[in-house]
C-alpha cells in the first residue's frame, strides 16, 4: 500500500469516527482523496467529499468490532472512575 493510499484511508476512517459505509463507496471516496493528496488539492477533504461520506455513513452494527470496541472502552474508562471514587472515599 502506497503512503498516499494509506494516508486517504486514514482521513476516511478518521473522518467516520467509528462508522460504517458501503465497500464500494468508502473505496471510491479513498481513490478520490488520495488523488486530491497526490496532486496537492487543498482541502483534501472538500464539501463535496464530506456530503457525500454523510450519506452514506452508518451507525456500525450493534455487534460490529467498533462497537465492541467503544463499549470496552467505556466500560474501562467508568471502572476507572469509580477506583477512583472508592480511593478517595476511603482516604477521607
Known amino acids: 500500500m502506497s503512503l498516499s493510499l494509506f494516508a486517504a484511508e486514514t482521513l476516511v ?33 472538500d464539501e463535496t467529499l464530506c456530503a457525500e461520506i454523510e450519506e452514506g455513513a452508518t451507525a456500525p452494527p450493534i455487534w460490529s468490532s467498533e462497537s465492541v470496541l467503544r463499549a470496552a472502552q467505556e466500560r474501562r474508562t467508568n471502572l476507572r472512575k469509580a477506583a477512583e471514587r472508592m480511593t478517595t472515599f476511603q482516604s477521607a
Open 13 to 45: 476512517l478518521d473522518y467516520l469516527n467509528g462508522r460504517v459505509m458501503p465497500r464500494a463507496l468508502h473505496r471510491a471516496l479513498v481513490l478520490a482523496i488520495e488523488t486530491r493528496l497526490v496532486n496537492g488539492l487543498v482541502p483534501v477533504l
